[in-house]
């Protein structure tokens, strides 16, 4: 989007609000093994088609042509913050997610418990999505692991996903991952790029060396891979910035992570679709600016369970008919990126984006899906440039210039 500076001068504070949904890995691909068709082509989705055929539509890209993006990333993109820009390690918004308060010296990685056999190559990299309840048992076990000169925070985060947080003098968050992100081999060695980061790699291998031992007990989950390194800093906040009083509902904790970054509150919604909007209805009063996102798409689309995705998007289509009495100037249905099933994983396709509101010109799509809203009048465009979009329908920009 345009400078922080340029957008702070020309934004404004109005009655109008703003539900902004994201659908987690919302895009994908067409699939052979279901008529060569995208899950939202096959979905039943008679709400988002209706929303689509009144409103205005296109397609986003997350980072640039080519680039596959994380979902923090792609989250920040969508909120106006140039990803290449605010570069922020998964690790700071998953330890923000759950809780931790964090000091600027810290450093936050996020783990991923995974499964190794007896000698030591990783045979799951999600450990079989194990229950939270599992991952905070197996937190426990490794937060007894001691290290000297720096203190460790650990905790779960939601499935096999946990939070580690290092606090000690002298650390550096620019270190690699340990995840190869394939299988039959090692976790990876980590390696810092300054002579702080080294230091931290490290504590990271030897961390990484003790958990395979403590661990290694268990059929899975039995041991550790760990990414995102990063350490926390201040974000320009969305209510200075865009005048806005804006309000989380999400279930996934990384995601209340990335908002708190930027300055909005999060909402206790539960734990399903329904009870997210049901959330959304009940604090209606409460906020200008509503982001509303749903996670188990994206889930789906790792695992490359075709039809879960497909059901978790009927699910979401029939939660929309709880918006009906509730007076959004612009409603806006999106992704952060695509996660294709036959992928299983994040990819760099541009993703589906409607945006409706009578302040913007209607165009001819009818449907909800990949191909439809690539004809939409919005085009392919940054991701970075929705916010401006959204607030200028919304009636939230003043006039630049005479």
Not at 303 to 312: L, M, Q, R, T
Not at 335 to 345: A, E
Request: neutral net charge; proline residues 5%.
């Amino acid at each position: 989007m345009a400078n922080f500076e340029l957008i702070k001068r020309l934004s404004r504070k109005t009655d109008s609000k703003i539900l902004f949904i994201v659908i987690d890995g919302l895009g994908d691909l067409p699939h052979p093994d279901h008529g060569n068709k995208s899950p939202l082509e096959n979905a039943q989705i008679p709400n988002l088609d209706n929303l689509a055929a009144k409103g205005s539509c296109g397609l986003t890209i997350p980072v640039a042509l080519g680039i596959t993006p994380g979902s923090g990333p792609a989250h920040l993109s969508l909120f106006g913050y140039d990803p290449l820009e605010y570069e922020i390690g998964r690790g700071v918004l998953s330890a923000l997610g759950i809780g931790t308060e964090l000091r600027e010296s810290d450093v936050a990685a996020r783990v991923n418990f995974c499964t190794v056999d007896k000698d030591g190559n990783i045979t799951d990299r999600r450990a079989g999505r194990i229950p939270t309840e599992v991952c905070a048992q197996r937190c426990s076990e490794l937060s007894r692991i001691e290290i000297p000169g720096v203190e460790m925070l650990l905790g779960p985060e939601m499935e096999y996903r946990a939070s580690l947080v290092m606090r000690g003098k002298g650390l550096g968050g620019r270190v690699s991952d340990t995840d190869p992100q394939i299988l039959g081999v090692k976790p990876l060695k980590a390696k810092g790029s300054d002579s702080e980061s080294e230091r931290t790699a490290a504590i990271v291998n030897e961390l990484t060396e003790k958990a395979g031992k403590a661990l290694g007990g268990h059929d899975k989950a039995n041991m550790i891979l760990l990414r995102g390194f990063d350490q926390y800093r201040k974000l320009p906040s969305m209510q200075d910035v865009y005048k806005l009083n804006p309000a989380c509902i999400a279930t996934y904790p990384m995601y209340k992570g990335v908002t708190k970054l930027l300055g909005m509150k999060a909402l206790d919604a539960g734990e399903t679709i329904e009870s997210e909007f049901e959330t959304l209805k009940k604090r209606y009063n409460d906020f200008d600016f509503f982001y509303l996102h749903i996670k188990k798409t994206d889930s789906a689309g790792e695992d490359g369970d075709f039809i879960k995705k497909v059901h978790v998007l009927e699910e979401f289509d029939k939660n929309l008919g709880a918006l009906e009495g509730l007076n959004f100037s612009v409603a806006v249905v999106c992704g952060d990126h695509s996660t294709p099933c036959v992928l299983k994983s994040h990819s760099w396709h541009p993703v589906p984006f409607i945006l409706s509101s009578s302040n913007e010109r209607p165009d001819d799509v009818r449907r909800f899906t990949e191909r439809e809203c690539a004809k939409g009048v919005f085009g392919t465009f940054p991701a970075k440039e929705a916010m401006t979009l959204v607030l200028a329908a919304a009636g939230k920009l003043n006039k630049f210039g005479a």
